[in-house]
């Protein structure tokens, strides 16, 4: 099956199964980047081994997660669950007294149909602490969309803006005038609705983000996740909300549906150009005319000079693992490389559909064939095209 997106463009389907790393290892960034969490794996000794191995984390550093271990009795459906899980988390609250507890599914709890989202809520209100459930198992899920479902679990629990739907309209209509009538003076920011970036990011790197749009005028309102539970952002209708990774298309039809968030459709901004074309993208829904941004993209790439040199003629070819290929292959068909194919494991065309078309483009820009797309690759068919 194929599904052709213009002219030029097609993404095929074929029926391979994910290789990819365990979504469950999102915990490793994520306790990290949201300082008041803690995560609890629900899952077998296969998957503590696993996040031993993956995470590396020596004993004595004290990380903010730990596996709830389902024995053969929890399996056979021989034990209490919930009692079991009431006493980790209570002895999580007291340990650590966090500010949420994630659990974490996996595909034992998927298999065993173990009813994570009906416990939750109840034991929420008996220890007094919020409680998110997440689904990462490696049936359903690729590596990255482990983060992916904790930001959609995460965006229910968002505040709703504090203004009336009329103060919206009015804000948005002082900052049309706004933009009439100060055109030719400076300002820090202009009065724009909210904003709202979506991802999870290495804090100096969301800075720089901030710093790129502030440079427009554009203020970001709040991250999520942010760097603390507690100051979760604002999400609702007249908010507008942008995703920073390719891999967030759950969190993105959440925001859509179910918090009524304006999505910017953009490309990301991996790479020097999906920097510049992502604000390209958000600065027009704004009122905003970007400043500069050929200038600073192309001082970039003169300070990249010599590593460009490095990759310029060699191939790459990627057999799909964490839904940034798409990216990474623009990225790299700029740098001067060249892509024979762009495995995916998902794609979510409606979500990627900026990145594609900048995908395009750089093709033509760089005088290259568009590469061949693959949704859920055949690693036995790539193996015999990596050969040919």
Known sequence: MSVKIDETLTVECETGNYHTFCPISCVSWLYQKIEDSFFLVVGTKTCGYFLQNALGVMIFAEPRYAMAELEEGDISAQLNDYEGLKKLCIRIRKDRDPSVIIWIGTCTTEIIKMD?????????????????????????????????????????????????????????????????????????????????????????????????????SIKVSGWLPAQKYTDLPSLGDGVYVCGVHPFLSRTATTLIRREKCQLIGAPFPIGPDGTRAWIEKICPVFGVEPQGLEEREERIWEGLKDYLDLVHGKSVFFMGDNLLEVSLARFLIRCGMIVHEIGIPYMDKRYQAAELSLLQDTCIKMCVPIPRIVEKPDNSNQIRRIRE
């Open 116 to 216: 994570l989202e009906g416990m939750a809520p109840k034991l929420e209100w008996e220890i007094g602490i919020p409680i998110l459930v997440a689904r990462a198992n490696g049936l359903d899920y690729a590596f990255t969309q482990g983060e992916d479902t904790v930001l959609a679990a995460m965006a229910h629990r968002c505040p709703e803006p504090e203004f009336s739907v009329r103060e919206r309209k009015e804000t948005i209509q002082n900052f049309l005038t706004f933009h009439s009538r100060k055109k030719e003076e400076l300002v820090e920011y202009a009065n724009h609705p909210s904003l709202v970036l979506f991802g999870s990011l290495p804090s100096n790197v969301a800075s720089q983000l901030n710093l790129e749009l502030k440079r427009q």
